[in-house]
C-alpha cells in the first residue's frame, strides 16, 4: 500500500523560501507522477505542481511559474517542493497526491493523498 507523507511547512516572511518534503512508501514499480496541491482557507483546491514519472515538471498554477520547481531524490524516496520568493497568497495547506500514472495529465483525480501540511506567509 502506497504511503504519501508530506512535511516541511511553517510560518515565512514574505519573500522567503520553503522546501516542502513527500516521503513515499510502498512503491513496488518506482515513481508515478506525483502531483502538489493546495488548499487556502475557504478556497477550493487548487493543484500547482507536477513531477511525471520521467522527472518533467508541470505547472498547472500559472502564480507559482519562476518560483516553485519540483525534484525527487529517489535514494530518498522523497519527493520536494521548493517554493521561492512566498506571497501571502501562497498560504495554504499542501498535500502532496497521486493517480498513479507516469505523466502529469491533469485531470484532478487521484488516488492517494498525504495529510498535508500547512504554509503560512506572514510578517
Known amino acids: 500500500q502506497v504511503q504519501l507523507v508530506e512535511s516541511g511547512g511553517g510560518l515565512v516572511q514574505p519573500g522567503g523560501s520553503l522546501r516542502l518534503s513527500c516521503a513515499a512508501s510502498?512503491?513496488?514499480?518506482?515513481?508515478?507522477?506525483v502531483t502538489w496541491i493546495r488548499q487556502a482557507s475557504g478556497k477550493e483546491r487548487e493543484g500547482v505542481l507536477c513531477?511525471?514519472?520521467?522527472?518533467?515538471?508541470?505547472y498547472y498554477a500559472d502564480s507559482v511559474k519562476g518560483r516553485f520547481t519540483v525534484s525527487r531524490d529517489n535514494a530518498k524516496n522523497t519527493v520536494y517542493l521548493h517554493m521561492n520568493n512566498l506571497k501571502p497568497e501562497d498560504t495554504a495547506v499542501y498535500y502532496c497526491a497521486t493517480d498513479f500514472l507516469d505523466y502529469c495529465l491533469g485531470y484532478g483525480s487521484y488516488d492517494v493523498w498525504g495529510q498535508g501540511t500547512q504554509v503560512t506567509v506572514s510578517s
Open positions: 510502498g512503491l513496488t514499480l518506482g515513481w508515478p507522477a
Open positions: 513531477i511525471s514519472k520521467y522527472d518533467g515538471n508541470t
